[in-house]
């Protein structure tokens, strides 16, 4: 039975729509997230597929909102409506003649992802084009659970997990990557899109306003309202940590990796003696190889 099982696969007409999706996915996700992608490669060729999926589903619509050439918030509203159709579409009937599309439903089809998931990723996107500043912490997680935190879920079910307790560790995971995102593009988040990320009670408690974000203000206040915000997102990727134990072995060394490679940028932050205005701040090769290395050996700080 297993040799004609074998027979049958081999038989089996080649998807080549789904095989150029999944290229497609790969280039996007080695285009846009430089140190995720690099994580990517520890991943087992079959589950890699997979991520990639997950990061071309959240990257093309993410760059709707995120185009700094677009000023019509309506405009932008109206392209992600259209994508959103598309995508559910495509989701209902399990298969796209867009070939990035239908790589994306054919590998959420095959792991489980939900479209509560996608749904949930979708109102967050949208929430970018019509909420630009965020009153407190509380309101700032609302929107990181559709932005990130459904993305840690999506990974989990592809890379596969040992207990459901995984699922809250890796949301909180997705929403330290996210604030650290945050914390290092301040500058062109408000610069090229118009919002500002960082909690206005918070910045209002050192002092601060959007205003200084916009001057590029860094004074004494703003150093100190950065050390509470990476002080914060540090504990929470301390919170994020044991749910990498519950995540199945083919997968945990990417995820590790990714996890110290995103946590470094904290550390560059520092170094840079918070200057997040002067430019981009990130790890560079020979840093990724170094904590990878770091990370296959279990080190995380």
């Keep these: 039975m297993l040799g004609l099982h074998n027979d049958l696969q081999r038989n089996r007409p080649v998807d080549k729509r789904l095989l150029e999706g999944i290229e497609l996915c790969r280039q996007i996700t080695q ?21 990639y999926a997950v990061y071309a589903f959240a990257r093309i619509p993410d760059e709707i909102v995120d185009d700094p050439n677009c000023n019509d918030h309506q405009e932008a509203i109206r392209k992600l409506q259209q994508w959103r159709d598309s995508w559910n579409k495509a989701f209902a009937a399990g298969e796209s003649s867009d070939p990035v599309l239908h790589a ?44 990130a935190g459904v993305i840690g879920l999506m990974v989990t079910r592809v890379v596969g997990y040992s207990s459901d307790d995984a ?25 090229e899109l118009g919002r500002v990320y960082m909690p206005q009670d ?40 044991p749910g990498i134990k519950m995540l199945h072995w083919r997968g945990r ?22 200057n997040v205005f002067a430019g981009r701040i990130r ?19």
Excluded: W
Excluded at 111 to 133: H, N, Q, T, V, W
Excluded at 221 to 235: D, G, L, P, T
């Design 31 to 51: 285009r846009y997230g430089t140190s995720f992608y690099f994580a990517t490669q520890f991943f087992p060729r079959e589950a890699r597929e997979g991520i």
């Design 104 to 147: 994306i439903v054919k590998q959420f089809i095959k792991y489980g992802i939900p479209s509560e998931e996608c749904d949930a990723f979708l109102r967050s996107m949208f929430m970018d084009e019509e909420k630009f500043a965020y009153a407190n912490y509380a309101e700032l997680e609302e929107y990181m659970y559709g932005s």
């Design 167 to 191: 699922f809250e560790y890796a949301k909180k995971l997705g929403y330290a990557f996210q604030l650290t995102n945050f914390l290092r593009d301040i500058r062109e988040d408000h610069d």
């Design 202 to 241: 918070e910045l209002k408690r050192y002092g601060l306003s959007n205003s200084d974000i916009a001057s590029k203000n860094r004074d004494e206040r703003f150093v100190k309202f950065m050390k509470f915000q990476i002080e914060r997102n540090r504990q929470i990727y301390r919170e994020a940590l």
């Design 253 to 274: 060394l990417a995820v590790r990796i990714s996890y110290v490679l995103y946590k470094a940028i904290l550390g560059e932050i520092e170094r840079a003696n918070y």
């Design 283 to 301: 790890t560079n090769k020979q840093q990724k190889i170094y904590l990878s290395l770091k990370a296959l050996a279990g080190v995380y700080e």
